[in-house]
């Protein structure tokens, strides 16, 4: 005859107990995992709850929401008035009527719009676009344009090295600086630190005089925490408000230090007219995040549009975790 040990009756509770939370969180997260996250993400999410509940809730309280702190999505919002209302003046400007809520073809018009309800940057006419699919060139083209600079330049890169391929823009940078030219530049903390440059990228541009701060920045407690996996990977240059780089190459050498032969192509694209004020206005937005400061109010004329350029109907759409929506 087998005896069957006796369990104590705590131990059956807490077991109980157990279960219960266990499908509570299940349950729960149900309805919560969904709401306004992309379908792959939210079935990432629900099948580690699922099968791990008690791993998985701790985990998606720490790093399951895409946006950044409460703080910081008030800074955009607060930005995100102040271009509208910026916007909403130069419309009224004689130069720029023809421009701003230009006709839009019946095909693109969803998108527009869409566009246009999540970053409050409406599509402008006007513009001249040209795309730049060599890596090097769009190096060098960049360094012309900044030694043509008369007022500003506004840079800012998810990667950005000083190196033997990236030098040609550090030196037009210093030279710009050293005619008075106001440069300024972010760099995305963790997507530019894990180069070996890093150090000497940052104390050069200390060395020039030129302004720049580290894009969220990772801090690890306090009320300024950031998070490491939440990164700003924007790569726009802004000249005079009038010429603009944007695309997906970063500031850094073509093999981004790589040991294993692979090399990166990368398409940019070189834009001027009307749309450039609102790269700008991204740069501006995210110099407010990091620094305090509205250069949109401080600094007169620095969302000026440029006039009309080219044919080209163009339209802005940043992202990122600062917004209360993936707009990408």
Same mark, same amino acid.
């Given at each position: 005859?087998?005896?069957?040990?006796?369990?104590?009756?705590? #131990?059956?509770?807490?077991?109980? +107990?157990?279960?219960?939370?266990? #499908?509570?969180?299940?349950?729960?997260?149900?309805?919560?995992?969904?709401?306004?996250?992309?379908?792959?993400?939210?079935?990432?999410? +629900?099948?580690?709850?699922?099968?791990?509940?008690?791993?998985?809730?701790?985990?998606?309280?720490?790093?399951?929401?895409?946006?950044?702190?409460?703080?910081?999505?008030?800074?955009?919002?607060?930005?995100? !008035?102040? &271009?509208?209302?910026?916007?909403?003046?130069?419309?009224?400007?004689?130069?720029?009527?023809?421009?701003?809520?230009?006709?839009?073809?019946?095909?693109?018009?969803?998108?527009?719009?869409?566009?246009?309800?999540?970053?409050? +940057?409406?599509?402008?006419?006007?513009?001249?676009?040209?795309? &730049?699919?060599?890596?090097?060139?769009?190096?060098?083209?960049?360094?012309?344009?900044?030694?043509?600079?008369?007022?500003?330049?506004?840079?800012?890169? *998810?990667?950005?090295?000083?190196?033997?391929?990236?030098?040609?823009?550090?030196?037009?940078?210093?030279?710009?600086?050293?005619?008075?030219?106001?440069?300024?530049?972010?760099?995305?903390?963790?997507?530019?630190? @894990?180069?070996?440059?890093?150090?000497?990228?940052?104390?050069?541009?200390?060395?020039?005089?030129?302004? *720049?701060?580290?894009? /969220?920045?990772? @801090?690890?407690?306090?009320?300024?925490?950031?998070?490491?996996?939440?990164?700003?990977?924007?790569?726009?240059?802004?000249?005079?408000?009038?010429?603009?780089?944007?695309?997906?190459?970063?500031?850094?050498?073509?093999?981004?230090?790589?040991?294993?032969?692979?090399?990166?192509?990368?398409?940019?694209? @070189?834009?001027?007219?009307?749309?450039? &004020?609102? /790269?700008?206005?991204?740069?501006?937005? !995210?110099?407010?995040?990091?620094?305090?400061?509205?250069?949109?109010?401080?600094?007169?004329?620095?969302?000026?549009?440029?006039?009309?350029?080219?044919?080209?109907?163009?339209?802005?759409?940043?992202?990122?975790?600062? *917004?209360?929506?993936?707009?990408?």
């Amino acid at each position: 005859m087998r005896l069957r040990p006796r369990i104590p009756k705590q #131990w059956a509770a807490l077991a109980g +107990l157990a279960s219960l939370a266990s #499908w509570s969180i299940r349950i729960a997260m149900l309805f919560i995992v969904p709401r306004n996250r992309k379908p792959s993400s939210a079935t990432a999410w +629900l099948m580690l709850t699922s099968l791990f509940p008690f791993v998985g809730l701790p985990v998606f309280l720490l790093i399951g929401s895409p946006k950044l702190s409460r703080r910081r999505r008030a800074q955009q919002r607060t930005m995100d !008035d102040l &271009i509208m209302s910026s916007i909403d003046t130069i419309r009224h400007l004689p130069d720029f009527v023809g421009n701003y809520d230009p006709p839009i073809p019946p095909r693109y018009a969803p998108f527009v719009r869409l566009n246009t309800n999540l970053s409050a +940057l409406p599509a402008f006419a006007g513009n001249a676009v040209e795309l &730049i699919p060599d890596y090097d060139t769009a190096l060098q083209r960049i360094a012309h344009e900044i030694d043509r600079a008369q007022v500003f330049v506004h840079m800012e890169y *998810f990667a950005l090295s000083r190196d033997e391929e990236t030098e040609g823009v550090f030196a037009a940078l210093e030279r710009a600086q050293a005619r008075g030219v106001q440069v300024r530049i972010l760099l995305d903390h963790l997507g530019s630190r @894990r180069y070996p440059t890093f150090k000497e990228t940052r104390a050069r541009l200390k060395e020039a005089g030129i302004a *720049f701060h580290l894009a /969220l920045p990772l @801090r690890p407690w306090g009320a300024q925490f950031s998070r490491p996996d939440l990164r700003n990977h924007r790569k726009i240059v802004v000249i005079d408000g009038t010429v603009g780089f944007t695309g997906s190459q970063n500031l850094i050498r073509r093999n981004y230090f790589r040991k294993d032969g692979i090399y990166y192509d990368e398409l940019v694209v @070189r834009v001027s007219g009307p749309v450039v &004020i609102q /790269l700008n206005a991204a740069f501006l937005t !995210d110099w407010y995040s990091e620094t305090g400061i509205h250069l949109g109010l401080s600094v007169p004329g620095i969302l000026t549009a440029p006039a009309a350029a080219g044919a080209a109907l163009c339209q802005v759409l940043p992202s990122g975790p600062g *917004f209360e929506n993936e707009n990408n």
